[in-house]
C-alpha cells in the first residue's frame, strides 16, 4: 500500500481575502478542535492533558502560549482549538484516557474560522451579531456561541480589536460574504 | 436666481451654490441644502399631487415628516426610484428627477377628479358599502378598478441596485430627537460619562430652531447654540450623532430601530456606501425628545395648495430663504403662528390680515402686530376658500355672526395648536394621560426605562425645558450605572415664542353642511363629516371610527390628524375627548424601505447556500444541483446529449451493473458519547442497541412522543460508549434539538453526551458489485472481505491516508460502502475512488438515482412517505420497534386507539398495469373510479419514479387497509384519465435481498 | 427583540440566540408506557394558553445550549423570571400595581 498517495486538504475557504478601510476578514489556518464536553466539578482534573485550566465562567476563554484554546461555551461545554492541524485526533485520545468521565469529539474539520482585524473588526461583527460586543460587555478573551446574519457562530475576542469567528464548514462562506459585507460599513 | 420666491439675506442656504432638478419634466434649480419642497416654493409651485380619494390638488402643508400631501416618485436613474417620498423630507441633489403621483395624464389636468364631483358616494364606508354584490365582482371587478384608481405611488419594477447596512449598537443613553431639550439631554448624559448616542430626522439638529429665530441661547441663536452643541457632542468619543436618522420602532426593553439615509441626498454617491443604515439601539435608558408637530385648522376647502401650517411657512423663510407667497394669509388659534406672520412681513411679504378664533389673545402680540401694520381679528373665523390649482382667496367671518368678507391671498397659513408627538413613548406602550389644563395627551408612566422631557412631554417654557434636559441626561447616566462626578449647566436661556393656544376638531363653516370638505387627514382624504357620519352609523369607540373613515391610518399615523378626529368624535358622541380614548400610534413612525429592512440579507446572503467538501468536482463533472433545504446537492450527472430522464437511467443502471459514487456528506450526523450511550438510544430509538457490538451498525427510527416516525437513519457502534449516528440531511437540526430535549430535561440522569459533527465527516457512498474492488485498494488497517467486514458493520482505519470511519451499508439494495472522511479530504478521496472507479465502468450519481434506487428495494425516505402521521406499522417498520422495552420515546403514542386501529393507512408497492405509465406523486387513489365525485379517497402516492432496472414503473403509496389489497386492482383517477394500479409489496428488485451480500 | 435571561450564562441574551418550547413542568410520567389514554391526552396534547402568567421553556439554543424555564406575562411581553431545568415551579406574585415578582413562598414539590 506503499503507493497511495496521501490526500491533499481542501480548505473551504482557502485564497479568500475580504476587507475595507480599518478592518480585514482573512480565513484563520487550519487547526485540530476538539468539542469538549464533562461536568465543571471534574474539569480541574483535566487540566495537565490539556496543559491548560478550563474556564468555568460563561463567556470566558484560556489562551496558552503554544496557541492552544479553551473557549467557554455552555457549562459543561467547552471548544479547544489548537494550533496544530494534528491535534484533534492525539487529544481526543489523550483525553478518553484520562479517567475522568469526558465526551471528547475530534472536531478539527466541522468548523472553520475567520477572522476579523482592525479598529472596524467589533463594529463589523455588529452588523450581524445582537450581542454587545463592547470592550466592557465583551473583553479580549470574551467568548461565545451567538448568531451572526442568519447563521450559529462562536465569536472570540483575541484582541482590542481582533476576533475570531469560528463556524461550520458550510456556512463559511456565507460568514465570509457576511463579514466582507459588513465590513465595507464598520467605520460608519 | 433659483427660484423667484426666494428671499435675498434669508435662510442658512448658500445662494451660489445652485443644482438643477426636473419636476414632472421641467427643469428646475434649487440651492444646495434645499428639501424638494423648498426648492418647489422657491419656483412658485404648490401644486405637488393629487389626494388619496378625491384626486384634489395638494400642495405642501408641512415642511417636515409629518407631511401627508406633497408625496412624490424620486428617481436617480430608472432602477433608483422610490414612490412615496415625502417633499418636504427629500432634500434636492443634483440630477433628480421628482415625478407628482396619483395624477392622470397630468398633475393639473387629472380625470380621476371627477371622484371629487361624485363625492357624495365616496363618504365613510362607501367600498364597504357599495361593493358588496354580486360577491364574485368584487374579485374581478371592483377591486382592480378601485386599486387602479386609489393606488398612492407606483413600485419599481427593477431590482434595487443600491446596498444597505445594519449595525446592532448597545448604549447607556439613546436620546431621540435633536431639538433644544435632546441635545441638551445628550450633551448632560455624556458629560456624566454615559455612552449616549443621538438621531433627529433633520439633516441639521436644532428641531424647533429651523424655524424660529427669536430665541437665545448662551448668547447665541437657537440654531447657532444647537449647531455648537453638535459639534461639541461629534468631539467626544462616547457619543455618536446620527442625522437624517428617524427613529421609526420602539420595541421591547429599549430596543430601538433608526435608519439612517445616507445617500439619498447626494447627487454623486459614493459606491461603496449603503443607501440607508439600519441601527438596532439597545439602549440602558431611552430620553424621548421628539417635540411636537403643529395642527392645521379644520374648515371648508382647507386643503388647496399654498394652505399650510404656519411653522412651515416660518421654516421655509427662516431655513430655506423661501417666501411661501406674496400675500399671506394667517388663520390661528394659537401664539406661535403670528411670530410666522412677523417674520414673514419683515421679509417683505403682505399680510393682510391675522385671523384669530380666539376672543382673547395676549396683548403683548397684538401691540407686536399693530407695529408691524398687520390687522389682527379676533373671534373670527376662516370659513371658505377658493382658488383650484392655488389657493386665491379667504373668505372670513364673525364667529356666529354670518356673512363673511372675502381677501385675495395666495398663501394661507394655519396653526391651531401644537399636539405632543408621543408615538415613541407610545411605541414603547407608555399609556398617554390628558392634561386637563393644556387640553392634551401627554405620556404618563413609562413603562420601560426612558422618559420624555421638552414638547413631547407638554414642557413649554423654554427655560423649563433645558433644565428638564439636564436633569433626564444626568438621571439616565446615573440609572445606566455609568454617572461620574462630571456635569454640564444649563445655559442661560430667553425664548422667543409663545407655543400658547389650542384649538382642536372642526371649526366655523366647516359643517354639518353635507357638501363642505374641511379635511381632517389630508393623505387619507378623511373630512369632519366622515367622521360625524362614522359616529351617527354607530362607531361609538375611536378605533371603530379610525377604521370607518380611514383617519390617521396610513403612513402619516395620525400626525395632524387625530386630535382632530378625536375631538369631532367626542363632540358628536357628547362625550368629554379623554374619555373617547386616542388609537394606537403604531410603528414605522414614518414609513421604512424594505432595503432598509433587509439590509445585508439579499443575493447571496438572502439565505446561506451550504455546499459538500466534493460540490467543486461535481460541478466541474457536469452535475445538475437540487436545493434540498439550504443545500446544494447534486441531482443528476447529465452526459452530452443526455437529458435528465436519460442520465438518471444511466446512473441507475451503472450502480447495479458496476458501482457508482454518491455524495451523502449533507446527512446529519450526531456522535453520542458516555457509559449510557446505548441506554439514551434505547429511550430516542424503537430498536434496541444493547446487543449492538462495537463493529456493527443498524438502522434505526426515531418516534415523537405522539407514536409518530420523526427520523431515522443508520447508527453505528464505534465503541462500547460512543456511537455514530445519522440522520435525515433535512432533519439534522431538529433530531439534535430533540435529542438535547429529552436528555437535557427528561432523561437528565444519563452519562451521555451529544456532539453535532454532520460536518467533520465528507461522506462517500461507494455502491455497486464492484464497490469493494474500487476503494480496498485505497484503505489501511481494515479486513474488508465480506467475512470480516459483513454487511451493517463499521471500520476505522485509514484511505489515502487519512482517517476513515468506513461503513459497510447499503441504500441501494447493492453491496456498498459509506466512507466518512474528515471534511477537508473529501474532495481529494473522492477524487482518488473516481480515478479507480471510472476505468471500471462505475459512475457518479445523483439524488434522483439515489431516490429510484432505494425506491427498487422499498426502503423509505423520512417526510417523502411518511408525513408526520405515520407509524412504523402503518411503514411496514414493526420489524424494527423493540417488544421488550420497557420505555421509549413513542411508546405510549403508538399504541393510542387511532393508531392501532384497523384500515389505517398501510405503505405498499403500486404497479401500472401499463407498465409505461408513471404515477403522479401526490395522485389519490380510490377503489371505484366510477362512484361519484366527491369519490371516497384510500390514500395516495408517495414515491413514484421509472424504474430502468426493472423496465416499468414502479410506486409506493399509503392506501387504507394496503397490506390486506394484495394483488388487488385500485385505480387513480387524473384528470385525464384513470390509472389503473396493482398493490404489491415495496421491494421490486432483488426480494431476497442477495445482492446485498456480494 | 426581547433580552432573555439565561440563567446558565448569567446573563440578558438577545431574544435571537433563544427558542421557544413550550409549556414548562410538565414531566413525562415514569410509567408512561402503561398510563391511560386519558392520562396521555393529558400529557401529551393539553395545553394552557393563559392571558396572563404563563410557565414555559426556552433553550438558549444558539448559545449554551441549555434547556431552561421562564414565567412570562403574556399581556406585557415582560419575564418575571427564569430559572435552570429541573428547579422547581418558581412561586410569583401580581402586585396591587399590576406588577408581578418572584415570591419568597416556594409553591409545592414543583416538577
Known amino acids: 500500500m506503499a503507493d497511495i498517495a496521501h490526500a491533499h486538504r481542501s480548505e473551504p475557504l482557502s485564497g479568500r481575502v475580504a476587507g475595507a478601510a480599518g478592518v480585514t476578514v482573512t480565513p484563520a489556518p487550519a487547526a485540530g478542535r476538539v468539542a469538549l464536553r464533562v461536568n465543571p466539578s471534574e474539569a480541574g482534573q483535566l487540566s495537565s492533558i490539556l496543559g491548560l485550566a478550563l474556564p468555568l465562567s460563561p463567556k470566558t476563554s484560556v489562551t496558552t502560549e503554544t496557541g492552544r484554546m479553551a473557549l467557554w461555551l455552555g457549562p459543561d461545554e467547552w471548544l479547544l482549538i489548537d494550533a496544530s492541524v494534528d491535534a484533534g485526533p492525539h487529544l481526543t485520545s489523550a483525553l478518553c484516557e484520562a479517567g475522568v468521565l469526558v465526551s471528547a469529539v475530534d472536531v478539527s474539520h466541522r468548523n472553520t474560522a475567520i477572522l476579523v482585524e482592525g479598529a472596524g473588526a467589533q463594529a463589523t461583527l455588529e452588523s450581524g451579531c445582537p450581542q454587545n460586543l463592547s470592550l466592557t460587555a465583551f473583553p479580549v478573551g470574551a467568548c461565545s456561541r451567538t448568531v451572526l446574519g442568519k447563521i450559529e457562530v462562536v465569536i472570540l475576542r483575541t484582541g482590542a480589536e481582533a476576533f475570531r469567528v469560528e463556524c461550520w464548514r458550510s456556512f463559511s462562506d456565507y460568514a465570509f460574504t457576511f463579514l466582507a459585507d459588513a465590513a465595507g460599513d464598520a467605520l460608519a | 436666481m433659483s427660484g423667484a420666491n426666494r428671499i435675498a439675506g434669508k435662510g442658512r442656504l448658500t445662494p451660489a451654490r445652485t443644482v438643477r432638478f426636473t419636476f414632472d419634466g421641467q427643469a428646475l434649480t434649487a440651492v444646495e441644502g434645499d428639501t424638494l419642497a423648498s426648492a418647489l416654493i422657491a419656483n412658485g409651485i404648490h401644486l405637488t399631487g393629487r389626494s388619496f380619494k378625491y384626486h384634489r390638488p395638494r400642495g405642501m402643508l408641512s415642511a417636515g415628516p409629518e407631511e401627508p400631501n406633497a408625496l412624490m416618485d424620486i428617481g436617480r436613474d430608472s432602477a433608483r426610484r422610490t414612490p412615496n417620498v415625502r417633499a418636504t423630507v427629500q432634500e434636492v441633489f443634483d440630477g433628480m428627477q421628482a415625478k407628482s403621483q396619483n395624477r392622470w395624464p397630468s398633475l393639473s389636468f387629472d380625470i380621476g377628479a371627477v371622484n ?248 403683548a402680540l397684538l401691540a407686536r402686530a399693530a407695529d408691524l401694520g398687520i390687522e389682527v381679528l379676533t373671534g373670527h373665523a376662516v370659513v371658505d376658500t377658493k382658488g383650484s390649482l392655488r389657493v386665491r382667496s379667504m373668505k372670513v367671518a364673525r364667529i356666529g355672526g354670518g356673512g363673511g368678507k372675502d381677501y385675495a391671498i395666495d398663501a394661507l397659513i394655519m396653526s391651531s395648536g401644537w399636539t405632543p408627538s408621543v408615538h415613541m413613548y407610545s411605541q414603547s406602550r407608555g399609556k398617554v394621560v390628558w392634561d386637563e389644563a393644556s387640553e392634551r395627551f401627554l405620556p404618563g408612566v413609562h413603562p420601560q426605562a426612558s422618559m420624555s422631557i421638552g414638547a413631547c412631554n407638554g414642557t413649554d417654557d423654554l427655560n423649563e425645558t433645558i433644565a428638564e434636559a439636564v436633569r433626564a441626561g444626568r438621571e439616565s447616566a446615573e440609572k445606566a450605572g455609568v454617572a461620574s462626578g462630571g456635569g454640564w449647566a444649563p445655559p442661560a436661556a430667553v425664548a422667543g415664542t409663545s407655543w400658547a393656544g389650542n384649538m382642536m376638531g372642526s371649526g366655523e363653516g366647516a359643517g354639518p353642511d353635507t357638501t363642505v370638505k374641511a379635511f381632517v387627514d389630508f393623505q387619507n382624504d378623511v373630512t369632519a363629516k366622515d367622521i360625524r357620519l362614522a359616529v351617527r352609523e354607530g362607531m361609538e369607540s375611536i378605533e371603530h371610527v379610525k377604521r370607518f373613515t380611514t383617519n390617521g391610518m396610513a403612513t402619516d399615523q395620525g400626525k395632524t390628524s387625530n386630535i382632530h378626529g378625536l375631538a369631532i368624535a367626542a363632540e358628536m358622541l357628547d362625550r368629554p375627548l379623554p374619555k373617547v380614548g386616542l388609537t394606537t400610534f403604531r410603528s414605522p413612525y414614518t414609513p421604512v424601505t424594505f432595503g432598509a429592512i433587509v439590509n445585508h440579507s439579499r443575493g447571496a446572503l438572502f439565505d446561506p447556500t451550504r455546499k459538500t467538501p466534493m460540490h467543486d468536482w461535481e460541478a466541474a463533472h457536469g452535475a445538475v444541483f437540487e436545493d434540498v433545504g439550504q443545500w446544494k446537492r447534486a441531482w443528476y450527472y447529465p452526459r452530452t446529449g443526455e437529458d435528465m430522464h436519460q442520465a438518471v437511467n444511466r446512473e441507475c443502471r451503472t450502480v447495479r451493473e458496476a458501482a457508482g459514487l454518491f455524495d451523502a456528506s449533507t446527512l446529519g450526523k450526531i456522535e453520542v458519547v458516555g457509559p449510557d450511550a446505548a441506554a439514551f438510544l434505547n429511550l430516542l430509538y424503537t430498536n434496541s442497541w444493547d446487543k449492538l457490538e462495537p463493529g456493527r451498525c443498524k438502522y434505526g427510527i426515531m418516534l415523537r412522543e405522539d407514536g409518530f416516525i420523526y427520523d431515522d437513519g443508520v447508527v453505528g457502534r464505534m465503541a462500547e460508549d460512543r456511537f455514530h449516528v445519522t440522520t435525515t440531511t433535512g432533519g439534522a437540526p431538529r433530531v439534535m434539538h430533540h435529542m438535547e430535549d429529552y436528555l437535557q430535561t427528561e432523561f437528565p440522569h444519563l452519562k451521555v453526551w451529544l456532539t453535532s459533527t454532520s460536518e467533520q465527516w465528507a461522506v462517500i457512498a461507494v455502491q455497486g458489485p464492484k464497490a469493494r474492488e474500487i476503494i480496498a485498494p485505497l484503505v489501511e488497517g481494515i479486513d474488508m472481505s465480506s467475512e470480516a467486514m459483513p454487511h451493517m458493520s463499521v471500520r476505522e482505519g485509514r484511505i489515502c491516508g487519512v482517517p476513515t470511519r468506513l461503513f459497510r451499508m447499503s441504500f441501494t439494495g447493492e453491496a456498498g460502502f459509506e466512507v466518512n472522511v474528515p471534511a477537508d479530504y473529501g474532495k481529494a478521496v473522492w477524487e482518488a475512488i473516481w480515478a479507480r472507479a471510472e476505468p471500471m465502468g462505475a459512475c457518479a450519481y445523483g439524488t434522483e438515482a439515489m431516490h429510484v434506487l432505494r425506491a427498487e428495494k422499498g426502503y423509505i425516505i423520512v417526510g417523502q412517505d ?93 392506501v387504507a387497509g394496503g397490506r390486506s389489497l394484495m394483488g388487488q386492482t385500485l385505480y387513480v383517477p387524473m384528470p385525464d384519465r384513470t390509472i389503473e394500479v396493482t398493490v404489491t409489496d415495496t421491494v421490486f428488485i432483488d426480494k431476497q435481498g442477495e445482492r446485498l451480500n456480494g | 427583540m426581547l433580552l432573555i435571561h439565561c440563567p446558565y450564562c448569567q446573563e440578558e441574551r438577545p431574544e435571537l440566540e433563544f427558542r421557544n418550547t413550550g409549556e414548562a413542568h410538565i414531566a413525562r410520567p415514569a410509567d408512561i408506557a402503561n398510563i391511560s389514554d386519558e392520562a396521555f391526552e393529558v400529557f401529551f396534547f393539553l395545553r394552557d394558553n393563559p392571558k396572563g402568567l404563563t410557565y414555559e421553556r426556552w433553550r438558549h439554543i444558539h448559545g449554551c445550549g441549555r434547556f431552561f424555564n421562564a414565567v412570562r406575562d403574556t399581556v406585557s411581553d415582560k419575564f418575571v423570571t427564569t430559572y435552570k431545568a429541573g428547579l422547581p415551579k418558581v412561586a410569583v406574585v401580581r402586585a396591587d400595581d399590576g406588577s408581578v415578582r418572584v415570591s419568597d413562598r416556594v409553591e409545592g414539590a414543583g416538577l
Open chain 2, 116 to 363: 371629487n364631483l361624485a363625492s357624495p358616494m365616496f363618504a365613510a364606508g362607501f367600498y364597504y358599502k357599495t361593493f358588496m354584490w354580486p360577491k364574485a365582482a368584487w374579485k374581478k371587478l371592483y377591486e382592480p378598478v378601485i386599486r387602479n384608481a386609489a393606488g398612492l405611488g407606483v413600485s419599481p419594477s427593477e431590482r434595487d441596485p443600491d446596498h444597505y447596512a445594519n449595525h446592532h449598537a448597545h448604549c447607556d443613553v439613546l436620546v431621540i430627537g435633536g431639538g433644544v431639550a435632546g441635545l441638551a439631554a445628550a450633551l448632560s448624559a455624556a458629560h456624566a460619562g454615559a455612552e449616549v448616542i443621538i438621531c433627529d430626522e433633520q439633516p441639521e439638529m436644532g428641531g424647533a430652531f429651523r424655524h424660529e429665530t427669536d430665541t437665545t441661547i448662551a448668547g447665541k441663536s437657537g440654531f447657532d447654540w444647537a449647531q455648537a452643541v453638535v459639534a461639541e457632542l461629534r468631539a467626544m468619543d462616547n457619543v455618536r450623532v446620527l442625522t437624517r436618522t428617524t427613529a421609526f420602532g420602539y420595541q421591547a426593553q429599549n430596543h430601538v430601530g433608526l435608519v439612517e439615509r445616507v445617500t439619498e441626498h447626494l447627487a454623486a454617491p459614493d459606491a461603496r456606501l449603503p443607501r440607508e443604515r439600519m441601527w438596532q439601539v439597545r439602549a440602558r435608558q431611552v430620553v424621548i425628545a421628539t417635540g411636537a408637530i403643529e395642527r392645521h385648522m379644520v374648515f371648508a376647502n382647507n386643503d388647496r395648495p399654498g394652505i399650510m401650517l404656519a411653522s412651515a411657512a416660518r421654516t421655509f423663510l427662516n431655513h430655506f430663504g423661501v417666501a411661501v407667497g406674496a400675500r399671506v394669509g394667517v388663520y390661528t388659534a394659537n401664539d406661535s403662528a403670528y411670530n410666522a406672520a412677523f417674520d414673514l412681513k419683515r421679509a417683505g411679504v403682505s399680510i393682510p390680515v391675522i385671523v384669530d378664533v380666539r376672543p382673547q389673545v395676549d396683548a
Open chain 2, 866 to 958: 411518511t408525513d408526520g402521521t405515520v407509524t412504523p406499522d402503518d411503514a411496514g417498520l414493526n420489524w424494527a420497534v423493540a417488544k421488550k422495552k420497557p420505555d421509549f420515546v413513542g411508546i405510549r403514542g403508538m399504541k393510542r386507539p387511532d393508531l392501532v386501529r384497523e384500515g389505517r393507512k398501510q405503505l405498499v408497492g403500486l404497479q401500472t398495469r401499463d407498465p409505461k405509465i408513471v404515477l403522479e406523486e401526490g395522485a389519490q387513489i380510490v377503489a371505484d373510479p366510477n362512484q361519484t365525485v366527491p369519490m371516497k379517497m384510500l390514500g395516495h402516492v408517495t414515491s413514484s419514479y421509472w424504474s430502468e432496472n426493472c423496465g416499468r414503473s414502479i410506486a409506493m403509496g399509503v
